[in-house]
């Protein structure tokens, strides 16, 4: 069955660049019932949207990181992408690769999440 | 941006009883809210979507109800394994608009 799968850098220094990638197996990233996103959860706090994708590569962020967020799309690699700029230890936290649905935002299939820390 | 309060932040209860939970939006948001369940060291798991249909596979236990800015998440006899974290989610304004309530952490007395 679809599976996501999470991979990048566990840890990431301040001021540098996070980047994960989301590897979509078992089906096609290129569907359109659905957008691909990222959520997160920082330690002991509760989820955040990052943003989405569409496999057409229509991008939508959280207006509150929209500034330091991309996130793109290679459906000839079944995977998207996520880089957040500037990061701080405030960007810390377990991050989520996701499937939300077109028209009712269920996110029902997740990665199991990557923990990344920001630290020097 | 449509702010969600979720309360309580946490709540003890004995197995069995009738738990509640409130999602309160800052605008009307007619229905458009999940409701996830996560237990600790996994992923959110969808229980509830547009307010009150139960996914697919989720016990009868677990309901939900609201419209516009007040909604209800009910779990109407406690088992054991409830214990976990629930956020409620609100989707208005797709695709930009998700954002999820604080979440209420459920324990056993």
């Known amino acids: 069955q679809l599976q996501l799968q999470e991979s990048g850098p566990g840890l990431v220094k301040p001021s540098e660049t996070l980047s994960l990638t989301c590897t979509v197996s078992?089906?096609?990233?290129?569907?359109?019932?659905?957008?691909w996103g990222w959520i997160r959860q920082p330690p002991g706090k509760g989820l955040e949207w990052i943003g989405s994708i569409y496999y057409s590569g229509s991008t939508y962020y959280n207006p509150s990181l929209k500034s330091r967020v991309t996130i793109s799309v290679d459906t000839s690699k079944n995977q998207f992408s996520l880089k957040l700029s500037s990061v701080t230890a405030a960007d810390t936290a377990v991050y989520y690769c996701?499937?939300?649905?077109?028209?009712?935002?269920?996110?029902?299939?997740w990665g199991q999440g990557t923990l990344v820390t920001v630290s020097s | 941006d449509i702010q969600m309060t979720q309360s309580p932040s946490s709540l003890s209860a004995s197995v069995g009883d009738r738990v509640t939970i409130t999602c309160q939006a800052s605008q009307d948001i007619s229905n458009y809210l999940n409701w996830y369940q996560q237990k600790p060291g996994k992923a959110p798991k969808l229980l509830i979507y547009d307010a009150s249909n139960l996914e697919t596979g989720v016990p009868s236990r677990f309901s939900g109800s609201g419209s516009g800015t007040d909604f209800t998440f009910t779990i109407s006899s406690l088992q054991p394994e409830d214990i976990a974290t629930y956020y409620c989610q609100q989707y208005d304004n797709l695709p930009q608009g998700i954002t999820f309530g604080g979440g209420t952490k459920v324990e056993i007395k």
């Open positions: 996701a499937r939300l649905t077109i028209y009712t935002a269920m996110v029902t299939l």
């Open positions: 078992g089906g096609s990233i290129s569907s359109s019932s659905y957008y």
